[in-house]
C-alpha cells in the first residue's frame, strides 16, 4: 500500500476577492509538480464564491466534472440548454465530451457558496456531452458509506464515463467500516469534508486528504462526528 497524505493547509491557495479557492491539484496560477493529478483524477478545487459572482461562460471538452455544493447555491447554464440550481445535498454531473460552454453563478445575493469541483478524465473522447443532477436524499445514510458517482447509468448516484466510484459518509463519532476496492488496480483519494478521521493509521482533520493506492481494502475510524468523500479512481489516465 502506497500513501501520500495531503494536509488542508498545504493546497495551492488563490484569493481573487470574489473567490476563494484551495487547489488539491496543479490549476489556474498554481502549479506543483508533484501535484498535477492522482490516476485520472485532476481536479480538486474548494471553491468560496461570494453573492451575485461567478466563473462567466467558458468552454471545456473530454472531461467529466463533477460538482458537490457543501453550503450555498450554485446556478448553472449551459449550451445544452440546462438552467439550473445545484444546492446542498445535490451532486451535478457534465460529460463535456466533444465540447460544451458553462457558466457557474453563486445564485444567493446574500450568502457565501462553498462547492468541490472535481475533474476527471474520461475514458471514452469527443461522446455527445450531457448533464446529470440529483438529490442525495435518495442515497444518503447516517453511518453507512452511501454511493454517489458510478460508472454504471442504472445504479445509485449519477454516472460518468470512468470506471469510477465516488461515496460519501455522514458518521458519529466512533462510527467504523472497512472500504473495499470497487476495481483492481485503482487508488483512492479521500477528504475528510468535516471532522476527523483515522485511517492507515493516521489522523486526518477538516479538509485534510490521503491518496492510496496498491490496497484492496481499508480501515476507516470517525475519531468525531465526521464528513467524508471518497473518490475510488483508476490510476492509468
Do not use: C
Not at 478545487?45 to 473530454?62: E, L, Q, R
Amino acid at each position: 500500500m502506497q500513501t501520500q497524505v495531503i494536509r488542508a493547509e498545504s493546497r495551492g491557495k488563490a484569493d481573487y476577492g470574489w473567490l476563494k479557492a484551495n487547489y488539491s491539484f496543479s490549476f489556474a496560477n498554481y502549479y506543483n509538480p508533484e501535484r498535477t493529478h492522482f490516476g485520472v483524477l485532476r481536479v480538486l478545487n474548494d471553491d468560496v464564491i461570494a453573492p451575485s459572482t461567478g466563473f462567466d461562460t467558458h468552454p471545456h471538452d473530454n472531461m467529466e466534472i463533477i460538482t458537490i455544493p457543501l453550503s450555498g447555491r450554485l446556478m448553472h447554464k449551459d449550451s445544452m440548454g440546462h438552467t439550473s440550481f445545484i444546492e446542498n445535498g445535490e451532486v451535478q454531473v457534465m460529460s463535456a465530451g466533444k465540447g460544451i460552454f458553462h457558466s457557474e453563478y453563486n445564485g444567493s445575493d446574500s450568502d457565501e457558496l462553498n462547492l468541490f469541483q472535481v475533474w476527471l478524465f474520461p475514458n471514452k473522447k469527443n461522446v455527445e456531452p450531457r448533464y446529470q443532477q440529483i438529490s442525495l436524499s435518495t442515497v444518503e445514510k447516517r453511518n453507512e458509506l452511501y454511493q454517489v458517482l458510478s460508472p454504471n447509468d442504472n445504479d445509485e448516484g449519477v454516472w460518468i464515463h470512468q470506471d469510477a466510484w465516488f461515496s460519501m459518509a455522514k458518521a458519529d463519532a466512533g462510527w467504523e467500516t472497512i472500504y473495499k476496492s470497487k476495481k483492481a488496480g485503482n487508488g483512492i483519494y479521500l477528504m475528510v469534508i468535516e471532522g476527523e478521521l483515522e485511517v492507515a493509521d493516521t489522523l486526518l482533520n477538516k479538509r485534510d486528504a490521503i491518496a492510496i493506492s496498491d490496497f484492496s481494502e481499508l480501515k476507516l475510524k470517525a475519531i468525531s462526528d465526521a464528513y467524508i468523500l471518497i473518490m475510488d479512481v483508476p490510476m492509468n489516465n
